[in-house]
Nanobody, 121 residues
Framework: QVQLVESGGGLVQAGESLRLSCAAS????????MAWFRQAPGNQRELVAE???????KYADTVKGRFTISRIDANNTLYLQMDSLKPEDTAVYYC?????WGGGSYSPGYWGQGTQVTVSS
């Protein structure tokens, strides 16, 4: 079955960096649009960054210029480099695998269990 396992979360101070990793198994990784979502207490889940097949990338406005998403298809691994972290980045971060059918159309996603990121001021 499909497994997505996140790692790399933790507690940091504002301005510091973290790198999240997601190890995928049970799917043909290169066929999937891979994304990071996050959910803070009391908030809805939101898309942080996505990297599709072919390299198309998009970011939430709140993280542009600070976060970088990357993937190594040969290793079935997704990364999120997070720099200049802010307290408002505090959330559980989820790795998500979806098939992209074009435009805004996606398959239902596979989700990891999440990793906690806490940024203190």
């Amino acid at each position: 079955q499909v497994q997505l396992v996140e790692s790399g979360g933790g507690l940091v101070q504002a301005g510091e960096s973290l790198r999240l990793s997601c190890a995928a198994s049970g799917l043909t990784f290169e066929n999937y649009a891979m994304a990071w979502f996050r959910q803070a207490p009391g908030n809805q889940r939101e898309l942080v960054a996505e990297k599709r097949r072919g390299g198309n990338t998009k970011y939430a406005d709140t993280v542009k210029g600070r976060f970088t998403i990357s993937r190594i298809d040969a290793n079935n691994t997704l990364y999120l480099q997070m720099d200049s972290l802010k307290p408002e980045d505090t959330a559980v971060y989820y790795c998500v695998a979806r098939r992209h059918w074009g435009g805004g159309s996606y398959s239902p996603g596979y989700w990891g269990q999440g990793t906690q990121v806490t940024v203190s001021s």
